[in-house]
C-alpha cells in the first residue's frame, strides 16, 4: 500500500502542520480501504479558492472545498470506494474560520472535517440532496469519532 500525501500551506490566517495533517488522511484513506493514493492538499485564502472555483467549475463565488480527481477512469457508481486514487484537495481556511465561529468547533476540528469532505468526495460521495447530505454528514462524523477529534 503506497499513500503519498503532500500537505502545501498557502495561507497565513491559520496555523497548519503537513506532517500531522498527512499522517491523518493517511489513516483516514487505510480506514476506507485506499490501496493506493497520490493525493495534494492545499490549504489557501477565500481569493484563491473564489479564482480556482471560477477557473474551473465557472462558478464565481469562494467556496469551502475543491476536490478533483485526476484519474481518466469512468465515471464510479455513487460510494463505490476506489482502489487507487490520483486527486488534490483545495480548502479554504477564511471558511473553516468561519464556519468554526458558527458551529462552536475548534479550527482544529473545522479543518480535518473540511479535509475529510474532500476526501469523501473523491470516494464518490455528494451531498447535494437531503438524503445524500445525511449519509455523508454521518460519514464525517464516523470519521471524526475514529480519529478521536
Known amino acids: 500500500m503506497k499513500l503519498q500525501i503532500d500537505v502545501q500551506n498557502l495561507q497565513k490566517q491559520i496555523p497548519i502542520t503537513p506532517d500531522q495533517i ?12 485506499v490501496l493506493s493514493a ?3 492538499i492545499v490549504f489557501v485564502t477565500d481569493k484563491e479558492i473564489r479564482a480556482l472555483n471560477k477557473k ?18 469512468p465515471k464510479q ?11 488534490e484537495i483545495i480548502i479554504s481556511t477564511g471558511a473553516v474560520c468561519r464556519q468554526a465561529k458558527i458551529f462552536n468547533n475548534s479550527l482544529a ?12 468526495h473523491l470516494l464518490g460521495f455528494d451531498d447535494h440532496r437531503p438524503k445524500e447530505i445525511k ?7 464516523e470519521i471524526l469519532t475514529f480519529l478521536k477529534i
Open 22 to 33: 498527512a499522517s491523518t488522511v493517511k489513516k483516514i484513506l487505510r480506514r476506507e480501504r
Open 38 to 40: 497520490q493525493l495534494s
Open 56 to 73: 474551473y467549475l465557472k462558478h464565481d463565488y469562494a467556496t469551502d472545498v475543491l476536490a478533483f480527481n485526476f484519474l481518466d477512469s
Open 77 to 87: 457508481t455513487k460510494c463505490l470506494k476506489p482502489k487507487e486514487m490520483n486527486a
Open 109 to 120: 476540528r473545522e479543518l480535518m472535517l473540511y479535509v475529510i469532505h474532500g476526501i469523501f
Open 135 to 141: 449519509r455523508f454528514r454521518a460519514k464525517e462524523e
